[in-house]
Structures are given as structure tokens and as C-alpha cells.
């Protein structure tokens, strides 16, 4: 089982609409939990971390279950530039170790006009 | 400000050659990290460098990967005795330190084709 599972997509959805993404993590381990985007051909740029009582930045919200191990993103009223891949990424620390940053392979998102 | 800079952007390589990848990290950033995402993949770790620490190799796949990170700055890369599923992009980050490891700043990357 992968570490960090997303729907590959795509979504494609209209201007305006909501969408949500899920991520399911496989590693109760996991302690920090974020969410990168990257744009077609593009390097990945951090959106936003996930906090345990979630959190909000205009209009995208993250939340995330422990209990489930997953997160998820809500894009509400999206933009034409909200296009782009949206990856999951996942710190797991072990003992005294930092840990690494683990990436999902993203959910494509498409927003049309 | 200068972000992280990689050179070459693109290389193409013919089997069994060597390679070597450059990354420019942005100034003052202690900590360097090497992935690479092949097509329809996620980031897949290799490498980490903290300050002077000995670098996190545990993510390279093989002998024929190793990398370097002189003065604490400049990092390269080195594939050697290249194969075809090599082919990938190299994506290099820096963040300010491992405690700001979560916020990484990429490069543009390096498109390597192995033929």
C-alpha cells in the first residue's frame, strides 16, 4: 500500500463550483500534513499546511481525520487558475528524526470557463 | 529575491553515459534536498544535505546515484552509467533549515532523457 494515496483525477469542473480532494495516508506515524500545488511542468509551490482543527485560507480549507488518516482540500467558487495538480504531502518522524516530506502524486484539476 | 536555480534545464544522454545535475539553492538556506518525479508519478525523495551534517542518502536507488554539497551551498547531482528509467525530472529544493523542512522553495528542475 502506497504511503500517501490520491485520486489521480481529473476533475473537471465549472467556474464558480466547489471540489473537494481526499488524501489517505497509510502511516499513523504521520505527524505534519500539507498540501503542495504544481502547476503543468512547473515546480510544486506550498498551498497550505493541515492543522488537526483545520484550517482556512479564502477559500481553500483543509481538514484533516486522524482517526481515518486522511486530509482533504475544498476549493470553493474556483477560478480558471485554480487549474493545476494538487499533491499531498505527508512528514512521518521517527523517534529523533526530522523525517522526510512524502509526496502523493497528485489529483489533476481542470476548471473550465 | 533569486529562488532555487537548476542547471541544465533539459538533458539528453545516451545510455550508459554520466550525468551531472547542479543546483543552486537559494542563499541562506542550510537545507538541500534532491527528488525526482518520473511521468504520471509523485515525488519520489533521494537525497537530503543539513548544513554539515551527513546527508540522508536513504532514498537514492542505487550505487549509481550519489550527490555532493560543497561549501554548503551548490549541490550536484551525479547519475552514473545511465538507464533509460533515469529518464525523470530532478527537482531540487532548499528550505531555511530541517525545522523549516515542510515549506521546501523547487527549482524548475532538469528534464533528463535517457535514450
Known amino acids: 500500500r502506497k504511503e500517501v494515496e490520491q485520486d489521480p483525477g481529473p476533475f473537471n469542473v465549472p467556474e464558480g463550483a466547489t471540489v473537494a480532494f481526499n488524501c489517505t495516508y497509510s502511516?499513523?506515524?504521520?505527524?505534519?500534513f500539507f498540501w503542495y500545488r504544481q502547476d503543468c511542468r512547473k515546480e510544486p509551490k506550498l498551498l497550505m499546511s493541515?492543522?488537526?482543527s483545520g484550517n482556512e485560507d479564502g477559500r481553500f480549507t483543509a481538514q484533516l481525520n486522524r482517526a481515518s488518516q486522511y486530509i482533504s482540500l475544498l476549493i470553493r467558487d474556483s477560478k480558471l487558475s485554480d487549474s493545476a495538480t494538487y499533491l499531498c504531502v505527508v512528514n512521518i518522524q521517527y523517534g529523533g528524526s526530522q523525517g522526510n516530506l512524502i509526496f502523493g502524486k497528485g489529483t489533476k484539476l481542470s476548471v473550465k470557463p | 529575491g533569486a529562488g532555487v536555480s537548476q542547471s541544465p534545464s533539459n538533458k539528453v544522454t545516451e545510455k550508459g553515459k554520466d550525468v551531472e545535475l547542479r543546483c543552486d539553492p537559494i542563499s541562506g538556506h542550510t537545507a538541500l534536498y534532491w527528488y525526482r518525479q518520473s511521468l504520471g508519478q509523485g515525488l519520489e525523495f533521494l537525497i537530503y544535505?543539513?548544513?554539515?551534517?551527513?546527508?540522508?542518502k536513504s532514498g537514492l536507488p542505487s550505487d549509481r546515484f550519489s550527490a555532493e554539497r560543497t561549501g554548503g551551498s551548490v549541490s550536484t547531482l551525479t547519475i552514473q552509467r545511465t538507464q533509460q528509467e533515469d529518464s525523470a525530472v530532478y527537482l531540487c529544493?532548499?528550505?531555511?533549515?530541517?525545522?523549516?523542512?515542510?515549506?521546501?522553495?523547487f527549482g524548475p528542475g532538469t528534464r533528463l532523457t535517457v535514450l
Open positions: 529544493a532548499s528550505s531555511l533549515d530541517m525545522d523549516s523542512r515542510f515549506e521546501q522553495f
Open positions: 544535505f543539513q548544513g554539515n551534517s551527513a546527508p540522508d
Open positions: 502511516n499513523s506515524a504521520s505527524q505534519s
Open positions: 493541515v492543522y488537526s
